[in-house]
């Protein structure tokens, strides 16, 4: 059987401050920013920053919402960690800049046969650099952060879950992943050509209390993954139903892509997406990605009340194509 999804596309969290969540982002993990825009669903103005690799390829996406009114509640059926890839043998390097950063770091640390150090947003958000030789993306570089070391898009994120089993089926049967190895209390999946953008990892832990599945200020909300057109989201919709897993959404307009979401057993929400036309630069060009706050049209009669309720923010110039 063919799935229709074949990777990675955005990960979703909420952050706490908005300042703080650009700096560490720009700063901390080095990735350009992408796009300021809103949440698109419910009636309070939230900014949903967008921040990505050089060529904001899907499965480099990470999106947040600065969420500080509320916070999340850390716990299973959420993801654990988002892993990003980082060149083989620049741990060192990465330990030094989050040191010289002060963000708080784990020492190096093995999954899988591969390194990795955990690292912790101001949120409390986790995530990781792991090395990995063969990701060829083309990380952003920012005046600390090279080429050579640079942050090449997601390896993949780690899913807490207290049970293993109904969440495998989900990735298995519904997804198209596939087993590829237990490494103590971690359960690898991999779809296609497996490795980087391409892993879902699930960590057992039996005796952990449930996360919340609200917005949450230091929890991610989702997980996406990538579908070339409308038809792949309509078609992984028809594989959910068929399957029982009748809480398919309909497909929604999320404005700079096409989004259709589902729970999975273990708790975590998985949205299925896709390109629409334009995509990011629907709104600004390549060169201006980032720079300035944009709205849906939906909200365009809104905008001087939205942008008054909003924590302004400064993005390092740095952080977008115009430095180039
Ligand atoms: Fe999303």
Redesign the pocket.
């Known amino acids: 059987m063919n799935y229709p999804l074949t990777g990675y596309h955005?990960i979703?969290a909420c952050a706490g401050g908005a300042q703080e969540d650009v700096d560490f982002f720009t700063g901390a993990v080095g990735l350009r920013m992408a796009k300021q825009t809103v949440l698109m669903d419910g009636s309070i103005p939230i900014y949903h920053l967008y921040y990505s690799n050089a060529n904001l390829e899907p499965g480099s996406v990470m999106?947040t919402f600065p969420y500080s009114r509320k916070p999340g509640r850390r716990g299973s059926g959420q993801v654990y960690a988002t892993a990003f890839t980082v060149p083989k043998g620049t741990l060192e390097f990465w330990r030094d800049h989050f040191t010289r950063r002060k963000v708080e770091r784990s020492p190096a640390q093995e999954r899988f046969g591969q390194h990795f150090i955990r690292f912790q947003h101001p949120s409390g958000l986790a995530f990781e650099v792991l090395e990995d030789k063969d990701d060829a993306r083309q990380g952003w570089t920012t005046p600390e952060i090279g080429r050579e070391e640079a942050v090449r898009g997601f390896h993949g994120a780690v899913l807490s879950v207290r049970e293993v089993a109904e969440t495998e089926r989900f990735f298995t049967e519904a997804l198209g992943f596939r087993k590829t190895g237990v490494d103590g209390p971690y359960h690898r999946f991999e779809t296609g050509s497996g490795g980087a953008n391409k892993t879902i990892t699930l960590l057992h832990e039996p005796d952990r209390p449930a996360g919340s599945w609200t917005f949450g200020a230091g929890t991610v909300h989702?997980i996406?993954l990538w579908g070339a057109d409308d038809d792949a989201l309509a078609q992984q919709k028809a594989i959910y139903e068929e399957l029982g897993y009748t809480d398919a959404s309909e497909i929604k307009d999320?404005f700079y892509f096409h989004?259709m979401y589902c729970r999975c057993p273990g708790g975590i929400l998985v949205?299925s997406?896709c390109n629409v036309p334009g995509g990011f630069e629907k709104d600004e060009t390549r060169d201006q990605l980032g720079t300035n706050l944009h709205l849906p049209p939906w909200f365009a009669d809104r905008k001087a009340e939205i942008m008054a309720s909003l924590e302004p923010i400064r993005v390092p110039e740095t952080a977008t194509a115009s430095k180039l």
Request: include cysteine; charged fraction near 20%.
């Open positions: 955005h979703t999106t989702h996406a999320r989004s949205e997406c």
